[in-house]
């Protein structure tokens, strides 16, 4: 069965749509509406939708818009769009979008049914697509480990469709009736030095290495199984699995193990982490859930603890009931915390000392940062990876606008981002800070560089250029784009320089030249208008008006009678 989604800011259309639909043909069960694109995406990303109706003239988010953001969100998703209006570039768009069919207002009632029936038609092919992808990745050997790993990971992320793959499900030992779940998460801390030091710099078999220790490491009554987590590299999900028992079970015993693995990873590999379950849960279609929770509960470490906070192991929600040995409390809970400090607040401050190159004054920025970060009772590993990667964007886009080729900064990415030979690990908040000041100098570094190829600005060039081409429609991206500066730098520079703005020092310059040429009786004043660069005669005379407190007229008239 079908789930469609209708979003139309008229509400007679979407009840047209309801009453002319041939839902039982087309296997549709669930009608869905929302009156504006907000509401639609919201519920596009609430719930599992197969075919989406789009009107192309919203309040909000446009049809377009909405389109685009499908394109690049939901690019399996068909969309047939209605319009009152048989505009080029809604029926461009749509195309572009690759929608089922493009309806025009008002609905018709075989139109509006052929175009489902061929949105149907395409989703039964994909599913059928789907089925023997799978049988033939089955044909072909596709380990089982793999198949486990792709079928949790969809769990995860909300994104598995159990409709024909129950056999899939039986394959993995998933999907019994009395099972329960839950989720662990490990987050290596030091992931690039053990790689180094152990695995030759393979991150891959470090993975490898922790994976098959949690997997050997569970006993009969509880299963687990441990994979890397493909989005964030210095992260391990490990699912639990037990076929017999309770929820505070599954709690109790998950939790011991990830001890064991917490020491064994410590003395056999030299890895420090920090580990988070999430609350057991009896359906799989749950895990999403714990595994958020158990995310969550990771990122609470706080740094500025003792030196032994990365030994921590964090519960994300209490479970049932207690089961023995269980600790009582618990540390994953949210706690009130002042407001993180923000380095974007510091971002003016940060880019003047960018754009001069000046080192020292973007550590002192960057130690202030850090002082009032410190100053609060906690500082935890979330707030720490999303400094991070503000810094990181922050100091990429700054970089970008002072005309630093793409090629040599690092690549953007959450996890995938390395540069400048030195490692991103931090678990501490002495290592988080050495981490952001090594970033700060490998920026320094190459926008300095930058300068170097590019040649020193000197705001007298721009100075020098007004004086002989004052008539000309002045663009400050001249130089902006002959030195890779910032509009903002050096208007700033010139200021610094010269005392006024270069829109100031440029009208000074033909107001001066106005009053010379003024003086001469045989140029009327719509050609000095026009020789200043002026095309409006009434315009120069407000601007001359405005700087001398006089017109042209009266100032001629005036230099005349002396």
Known sequence: MYKVLIIDDEEPLREAIRILGEWDSLGVDTI??????ESGLLLLRQQQVDLVMVDMKMPGISGPELLQILEQDFPDLPSIVISGYNDFEFTRQAIKSKSVDYLLKPVNRGELNQAMHKAVEQLEARRRSENDNINRGIRLNMSLPKLKENIYLSLLDRTFHPAGKQDLLAMIGAGKADSIYGVGVIRILNLDETANSRFHGEIGLLHFAVSNMVNNASGPGLQSFCFANPRQMREMITVFNMEKGTEADLAFQSELLLKQIHAALRDLLGIRSVMGVGRPCRD?????????????????MNFQQ?????NAIFTSAPVPTSAPGTSSGSPGRTEQTPEVPSLISRLPLLRSALEAGNLNQAKTVLADFLRALGERKSCRLGDADRAVQDFHLLLRDTALSLGVSPDKLPREGEEKFSFGGFSRDYSNFTEFGELLERMLEYYVGVIRGQAGVQG?????DIKAYIDTHYFEDFKISLFTEKYYLSRE???KRFKQQFGCGIHEYTQKVRMEKAKEMLGDPSLKIQEISEMLGYRDKNYFSKAFRNYYRMSPTEFRLFSSSK
Do not use: P, S, T
């Open 284 to 300: 799989m279609f749950h895990m999403a859930d714990a595994f958020e929770a158990a995310k969550a509960a990771v990122l609470q």
């Open 456 to 460: 020193r600005f000197d705001a007298e």
């Open 306 to 310: 003792a030196a032994g906070a990365a």
């Open 32 to 37: 869905l509406e929302a009156e504006d694109g």
């Open 489 to 491: 730098y050096l208007m």
